[in-house]
C-alpha cells in the first residue's frame, strides 16, 4: 500500500516562494504518475499540475503555468512542487497525489488517482 505525506506549507507574504514535498511510503515511487491538487476554503478541489512516472512529461494548469514547477526525485521517493510569486489566490490545502496505472504520460482529472496524502496547508497573506 502506497502511503504520501504532504510538506512545507506555510504562512508566506505575497511574491513569496515555497517549495512542497510529498513523501512516499510502503512502496517505490518510480512506478507512479504524481499530481497535485488544492482546495481553497469554499471552492472545489482544482487541479495544479502532474508529472509523469519517468519525470519526462509534466503538465500545468493555467492558473499554475510559469510560476509553479514540479520535479521528482525517486531515489528519495520524494516528488515536490516549487511555488513562486505566490497570490492570495494560491491560499489553500494542497495535496499529492499517485496514479499507479498510467505510464509515460499523467493526467490532472483527480479520478486517475488512487493513492492521496492528507495535505498541507499554504497561506498567502500579508
Known amino acids: 500500500q502506497l502511503r504520501l505525506v504532504e510538506s512545507g506549507g506555510d504562512l508566506v507574504q505575497p511574491g513569496g516562494s515555497l517549495t512542497l514535498s510529498c513523501v512516499a511510503s510502503?512502496?517505490?515511487?518510480?512506478?507512479?504518475?504524481i499530481g497535485w491538487f488544492r482546495q481553497a476554503p469554499g471552492k472545489m478541489r482544482e487541479a495544479i499540475g502532474c508529472?509523469?512516472?519517468?519525470?519526462?512529461?509534466?503538465a500545468l494548469g493555467d492558473s499554475v503555468r510559469g510560476r509553479f514547477a514540479m520535479s521528482r526525485d525517486d531515489a528519495k521517493n520524494t516528488a515536490y512542487l516549487q511555488m513562486n510569486s505566490l497570490k492570495a489566490e494560491d491560499t489553500g490545502i494542497y495535496y499529492c497525489?499517485?496514479?499507479?496505472?498510467?505510464?509515460?504520460?499523467?493526467?490532472?482529472?483527480?479520478?486517475?488517482?488512487?493513492?492521496w496524502g492528507l495535505g498541507t496547508q499554504v497561506t498567502v497573506s500579508t
Open positions: 497525489a499517485a496514479d499507479g496505472r498510467t505510464s509515460g504520460t499523467c493526467y490532472q482529472q483527480d479520478h486517475h488517482y488512487n493513492y
Open positions: 508529472i509523469a512516472d519517468n519525470g519526462h512529461w509534466t
Open positions: 510502503g512502496m517505490t515511487l518510480d512506478w507512479y504518475a
